[in-house]
Structures are given as structure tokens and as C-alpha cells.
């Protein structure tokens, strides 16, 4: 990707230089500096995470339900006939479903959160946007580069760089140059690596982690579903 970015980019130089004077003239911007100063945008990134903590605490909670389940079983298995097992065993399988679902739900590829993400940041960017095509027709630059984008710029020369301005048509110009913001970058949710239980198995076949405990030493139990 980097690499056909700096094709393209070479590739829109040449195009530049081909087309005479006055289509020469361009620049560039950062767009992730021009953003962490904009207040919408801290507005915006606190708003994800306090859903990104909501949506995690809901999850720890789920897990402890779960965790509540395998202790039950374990510490009554003895006790407990064939059919009575395979009942429980059904129970843990299926809370086990839930937060996976939940999980997926919430954090997974265009999940809630990436939604979210989009639907807050949109209105931030597009104005970012505006303000750098009327910078663009201002300045009579016939293209304008991100340096934040995914388009590699192995240089940049700070005559070229028409970040300030675009700050400025933004109502966020300073006089001495304005030193980056913080990024408000939202929090990555990262669930905690729990343990393997050897002795018990999903419906897939393959042990499931036991949260929050160590693994007892009981006789292996096997789920009854038929394969």
C-alpha cells in the first residue's frame, strides 16, 4: 500500500510539472495535527471511549457470570448424574457464546465502536475538508497532499506546508506556530488472556480458557453433543 502511495504520489508530481506554471504550485497539511487542535474532535474521542469502558465493564461482568458457572460445576460435578452434566455443560457453552457474540458485537470489525467512530469523526473531517479547498482556491494550489494519510511523503519542505493556514480558515490560527494537541487517540480494548482448562471441552472440541481460575484437577469431562 505505501509503495503504490509513493507511486501515486510521484506520479501526481509528474502530472504537475507537465502541465505548466501555474499548475506547479502545491502543498500539504497534516491533517491529524490540524484535528487534535479542533475541540469537536477531544469531544468526539472522549465520547468513544467512555462507550469503549461502558461496553468493556458490561463484558468483564458477563465473564464473571461465567467464571461463577465453571466454579459451580466443578466443585459439584461429583454429585451430579449424566444428564444433570450435560445440562450444565450446555449452560457454560452458551454464556460462552454471549460474550464472544457480544464481544464481536461491540469491538469486532465494523462493530459498534468502528460505527460510532465514523459517525462522530465525519462531521470533524469534512470541515477539515472544506477548509483546505478554500485554502487550496486561496492559495491557487492545484493539489494538496495529507502528510497524515497512508501516502508516503519521504520529504516534506516546510514552504510547502499550508497546515497554518487551513488552522487559520478553521478560527484556530495562532500567531506563533501551534504546538500539537493531544491526539485523544481511543482506547484499544484488549480482553486479558485467562487460562486453558485441559480438562474441559467446547462444542468445537478444543479446550475453553477459564476465567479468572486455575484449572482443577478433576476427570476429564467432554461435552455429549454429537459431532
Known amino acids: 500500500m505505501k509503495n503504490f502511495g509513493g507511486l ?6 509528474l502530472i504537475a510539472t507537465t502541465l505548466g506554471a501555474n499548475a506547479q504550485k502545491f502543498g500539504w497539511v497534516d491533517s491529524e495535527f490540524i484535528m487534535a487542535k479542533m475541540p469537536e474532535y477531544a469531544k468526539a474521542q472522549q465520547e468513544l471511549n467512555t462507550l469503549s469502558d461502558t461496553w468493556q465493564k458490561e463484558i468483564e461482568a458477563q465473564q464473571k457470570d461465567l467464571d461463577k458457572l465453571y466454579h459451580n460445576y466443578q466443585a459439584e460435578e461429583v454429585v451430579l448424574t449424566e444428564p444433570m452434566k450435560k445440562k450444565r455443560q450446555d449452560e457454560i457453552l452458551k454464556k460462552e457464546q454471549e460474550i464472544k457474540a457480544y464481544r464481536n458485537k461491540q469491538f469486532g470489525y465494523e462493530g459498534q465502536l468502528f460505527k460510532k467512530r465514523q459517525e462522530l469523526n465525519k462531521p470533524v473531517q469534512d470541515k477539515v475538508f472544506e477548509a483546505c479547498e478554500k485554502v ?26 499550508y497546515t497554518e493556514f487551513v488552522l487559520e480558515e478553521l478560527g484556530l490560527g495562532a500567531e506563533d506556530r501551534n504546538q500539537p494537541g493531544p491526539k485523544g487517540a481511543v482506547k484499544t480494548v484488549a480482553p486479558p488472556k485467562t487460562p486453558v482448562d485441559p480438562n474441559f471441552e467446547s462444542d468445537s472440541g478444543t479446550p475453553e480458557p477459564v476465567i479468572g481460575t486455575k484449572a482443577a484437577a478433576k476427570p476429564a469431562v467432554r461435552s455429549t453433543k454429537k459431532k
Open 8 to 13: 501515486l504520489l510521484a506520479l501526481l508530481l
Open 136 to 161: 487550496a482556491k486561496k492559495k491557487q494550489l492545484a493539489v494538496v497532499f495529507d502528510k497524515a494519510s497512508d501516502l508516503t511523503m519521504l520529504y516534506t519542505n516546510p514552504a510547502h506546508d
